[in-house]
C-alpha cells in the first residue's frame, strides 16, 4: 500500500473508471423482470424503454447496468470520468454526460488548464501502463472490474496509477484475456485496454493540437 498523495503538494486530481464493463457476470446472471429497475430507466430517460419492456414494466438488471453504461462514455470509448477536484476546490462529480471524444478532450484540456506539457507527461505515463499492461501475465488471466486510473499533478508532477482492484477476478478454464474484445456472457472481457487506448488516443490528440477544444467551464455540481 503507498499513499500516492506524499508525492504532491495540494495536486488537482482526476478519477477516471476504466472499462466498457463495470459490473461482475455474476450480478446480471439473473434473468428476473424488475419492475424497480424499468422505473429508475424511466426516471432518467423516459424514452429508453423498448415497446416490449413499456408493456412489460419490467427490465433485467443486465438490461439496466448496459442502459446506465450507454448513458456514459463507458459503453463507447471504455472509460468514463468519474470525478475532478481542483486545487483549493471542492471535489466535482458532475460529469456522467461527459460522453463524446471531443466532450472528453474539453474536460481533459480544462482540467490542465492548456498546459500541454504536463498532458505531455501524462501521455507518457499512460503508454508506460499500458505496456506494462499488455505484458503482464497476471491481466491475462485477470478480469478487472471498476478499477480506476488515478491521475495527479501540480506544480512539479505529473502522474497516473491504476487502483481499486476489489473486483479483480481470475478467470477459470484457461481463458486468457485481451482486455479489447467485445463482452459476451462467459468470456469475462472487461474492456479495460480499449478504453486506456481510447484515452491515450484523445490525450495525443489534444497535445498535438489536433483536438478540437474550446475551453469551456467544468460542468458544476449539482446542488
Known amino acids: ?3 500516492l498523495l506524499q508525492h504532491f503538494s495540494d495536486p488537482n486530481i482526476m478519477d477516471i473508471k476504466m472499462g466498457k ?3 461482475l457476470e455474476l450480478e ?3 434473468p428476473v423482470l424488475r419492475k424497480d429497475l424499468y422505473e429508475k430507466m424511466v426516471t432518467i430517460d423516459p424514452n429508453a424503454p423498448t415497446e416490449e419492456e413499456r408493456q412489460q414494466e419490467a427490465i433485467t438488471k443486465l438490461r439496466y447496468m448496459q442502459f446506465r453504461e450507454q448513458e456514459s462514455s463507458t459503453a463507447d470509448l471504455g472509460f468514463r470520468i468519474e470525478a475532478i477536484r481542483m486545487s483549493g476546490e471542492p471535489p466535482n462529480t458532475n460529469l456522467k454526460k461527459t460522453k463524446t471524444r471531443d466532450q472528453v478532450a474539453q474536460v481533459v484540456m480544462k482540467f490542465f488548464k492548456g498546459r500541454r506539457e504536463k498532458l505531455a507527461s501524462l501521455l507518457t505515463r499512460l503508454k508506460e501502463i499500458r505496456e506494462k499492461f499488455e505484458n503482464s501475465k497476471f491481466f491475462k488471466d485477470h478480469e478487472i472490474i471498476g478499477s480506476s486510473l488515478l491521475i495527479m499533478y501540480d506544480h512539479d508532477k505529473t502522474s497516473a496509477w491504476m487502483i481499486d482492484f476489489a473486483k479483480t477476478i481470475p478467470v477459470d478454464n484457461g481463458l486468457k484475456l485481451d482486455h479489447r474484445s467485445p463482452w459476451r456472457i462467459g468470456n469475462h472481457e472487461d474492456g479495460y485496454l480499449g478504453g486506456l487506448d481510447n484515452l491515450i488516443m484523445i490525450v495525443q490528440g489534444v497535445v498535438d ?4 477544444v474550446i475551453l469551456e467551464d467544468i460542468p458544476k455540481e449539482e446542488s
Not at 493540437?209 to 478540437?212: H, L, M, V
Open 1 to 3: 500500500m503507498e499513499d
Open 209 to 212: 493540437g489536433k483536438q478540437p
Open 21 to 23: 464493463r463495470t459490473f
Open 28 to 30: 446480471v446472471k439473473n
